[in-house]
């Protein structure tokens, strides 16, 4: 079985001669399989990676004009007490790709389509939404991703954040 000596204080594999004179202080000798155990989990797992940034993000007037935006939370897999951080794209969008962004085997993600225009709540006719509301469409998004990620529907309480409500439809809807 071979052996490569390892400096434990610099955590580097040390060249050497096949046969050195003499046996250096402070090395660890390593089996030739740890060693190559070692450069592979250097490589792969000990990248340094980014520190996610909590971002306030604030929809465009195109996103106005569509009448909702993405928006972009993260959490640590292993905490559930963890904080919800919500990122702006750029940064999530590193979460997910092989460049040195977020760590995706710490935190996990999700995407939150935020409604900004409309009535303030889902008008209702013949007992079908016949318009739906800010509020309404924003609370049903925030059930259906607590499921995803528990704790958001706490992270986001406002659920008019954002929104230009439409008071011409809300009005005109109520006389109907």
């Known amino acids: ?10 955590k580097n594999l040390i060249n ?7 046996e250096p202080t402070g090395l660890e000798l390593l089996r ?3 060693v190559y155990e070692y450069y592979i989990l250097k490589q792969n797992f000990l990248r340094s990676f980014e520190t996610p940034k909590n971002s306030i993000v604030y929809p465009k007037e195109s996103d106005y004009k569509k009448g909702n935006f993405i928006r972009y939370f993260i959490k640590k897999r292993n905490d559930e007490f ?20 977020i760590d995706k085997n710490i935190y996990y993600g999700i995407e939150v389509e935020w409604k900004l225009t409309g009535p303030e709540n889902d008008i ?9 509301g800010v509020k309404n469409t924003n609370e049903r998004t925030l059930i259906n991703k607590n499921t995803q990620m528990p704790g958001i529907q706490d992270k ?4 008019q954040e954002f929104a ?6 809300q009005k005109i809807f109520l006389y109907l």
């Open 1 to 10: 079985m071979k052996f490569s000596p390892f400096d434990k204080k610099n």
């Open 16 to 22: 050497v001669d096949s046969n050195p004179q003499e």
């Open 32 to 34: 030739d399989d740890d």
């Open 82 to 101: 963890a904080p919800i951080i919500e990122l702006d794209e750029k940064q999530y969008k590193r979460m997910n790709s092989s460049k040195n962004g």
């Open 124 to 132: 209702i006719n013949n007992n079908m939404i016949v318009v739906y």
């Open 156 to 159: 986001l309480k406002n659920l």
């Open 164 to 169: 230009r409500i439409n008071w011409i439809i």
